[in-house]
């Protein structure tokens, strides 16, 4: 078990340290929920999907970690570390839905459903990121479990293959280390590295510099249909993966950059 230190002002208790890893591939898609003939996904790589990604190393099952990444349970900060840019995509699909499976091997004593190859396709389009990179810091109150993915980070192993966001779509995760969480620095203005949670009304305007707004889910819950989106975030961020400059915020320290958790 970890022993965990008093916890910077405004942390949950044992909040002392967090992991810290770097998660990339040359394509991303985090699909917006918003219904569209267009697939769009959203640019900063949602805390539900950090979640979720986390949760495959870990070999958790689907809809058995939302207890994990709950609100006082767990604390992250996401940083996009490159230019969010993206494209059209069309994509040829098959309907997943249970109507047009079909099953391989009904009579034997394991049956699995997949999409029928005989049904006509359909074309989609996609708006997929292109080359994403998304510095990730987090901690768990669940010491098992933190401990457990610290070992798997340091041994660059995972239970389920990390994807970013499709299961196509491979990612690589680099990962920096176990840091200390410090109270970050002061000041009428500050400097952040990582996207900011509802901050739209601090932000301070620099020249050459853009920033953009964007919600996205942040934790689920599990109910009778298997999951449910039970609260979202607005996240301040530089589209082009730098800092942004905001007024009046508490901040934190993790290897000397300044970020700010949800």
Known sequence: MTEHAPAASGLPDGAETCLSFTVSGPWGHFRRIEGNIVKQTYRVIPRTTVAGLIAAML????????????????????????????????????????????????RGKLSIKLPDPSKPRQQHNYEVLVDPAYRID???????RYDQLRSLLESGKSYYVPSLG??????????????????????ET?????????????????????????QTPAFMERDDGGRTTSAFVSYAYNPDGGSLTFADLSTYSVDDRTVVFT
């Open 59 to 106: 070999g958790i099952e689907r809809d058995g970690y939302y207890d994990l990444f709950a609100p006082g349970e767990s604390l992250v900060a996401i940083e996009p570390t490159s230019e969010l840019r993206t494209m059209k995509l069309p994509m040829n699909t098959l309907s997943t839905a249970d109507e047009h499976l079909a099953s391989l091997n009904p």
């Open 138 to 144: 987090v901690w768990l109150a669940d010491d098992e």
């Open 166 to 187: 499709l299961s196509e779509y491979l990612a690589t995760v680099d990962y920096h280390g176990e840091f200390s969480i410090e109270q970050g620095p002061g000041g």
């Open 190 to 214: 500050v400097t952040i590295d990582s996207t900011v949670p509802e901050a739209v009304d601090s932000i301070v305007p620099e020249p050459e510099t853009r920033y953009q707004i964007e």
